[in-house]
């Protein structure tokens, strides 16, 4: 009976550790030169589906994605994009096909993101709010 209990708080453990993880804090963030201070989930949205090619202030964007399966792609895309990943692949290849547009640029995971962002002024991303240090700016805090 105690080996039982065990397990069973083992496990419950566990699923709130996982819980907790997958429902991790993720945000918007730039360059930390970049003078723009906020941005709106339309501005985001209209970015990341490649319909705005410029900061709201005018200046040029360049959009940084997470590889797919990341749970910060999947928060990301759902609460701002309002897409899943199919919707999302379906979008791109249907607008590449036709030669009117290409997806954001496929960095990788939280600390590439951040890096990559760091390293271009244009630039914006996204990533769990952990990987934020000092050489990026939070635009947006997701819900």
Same mark, same amino acid.
């Given at each position: #009976?105690?080996?039982?209990?065990? #397990?069973?708080?083992?496990?419950?453990?566990?699923? /709130?550790? =996982?819980?907790?993880?997958? @429902? *991790?804090?993720?945000?918007?963030?730039?360059?930390?030169?970049?003078?723009? *201070?906020?941005?709106?989930?339309?501005?985001?949205?209209?970015? /990341?589906?490649?319909?705005?090619?410029?900061?709201?202030?005018?200046?040029?964007?360049?959009?940084?994605?997470?590889?797919?399966?990341?749970?910060?792609?999947?928060?990301? /895309? *759902? $609460?701002?994009?309002?897409?899943?990943?199919?919707?999302?692949? *379906?979008?791109?290849?249907?607008?590449?096909?036709? =030669?009117?547009?290409?997806?954001?640029? #496929?960095? =990788?995971?939280?600390? $590439?993101?951040?890096?990559?962002? $760091?390293?271009?002024?244009?630039?914006?991303? /996204?990533?769990? @709010?952990?990987?934020?240090?000092?050489?990026?700016?939070?635009? #947006?805090?997701?819900?």
């Amino acid at each position: #009976m105690k080996n039982l209990n065990k #397990m069973i708080v083992a496990g419950a453990l566990a699923l /709130y550790v =996982g819980v907790t993880t997958a @429902a *991790a804090d993720v945000v918007v963030i730039v360059n930390r030169d970049n003078p723009i *201070a906020t941005l709106s989930k339309e501005d985001a949205k209209r970015i /990341y589906l490649g319909k705005d090619k410029s900061f709201p202030n005018g200046e040029k964007v360049r959009p940084a994605d997470q590889a797919e399966g990341n749970a910060a792609r999947d928060k990301f /895309y *759902a $609460a701002v994009v309002e897409k899943t990943d199919a919707q999302i692949k *379906a979008y791109w290849s249907q607008l590449i096909f036709t =030669g009117k547009g290409t997806p954001p640029d #496929m960095i =990788g995971g939280d600390s $590439a993101v951040k890096k990559w962002v $760091a390293e271009h002024k244009s630039g914006i991303g /996204y990533v769990d @709010a952990s990987a934020v240090d000092g050489s990026v700016k939070v635009l #947006m805090r997701l819900p």
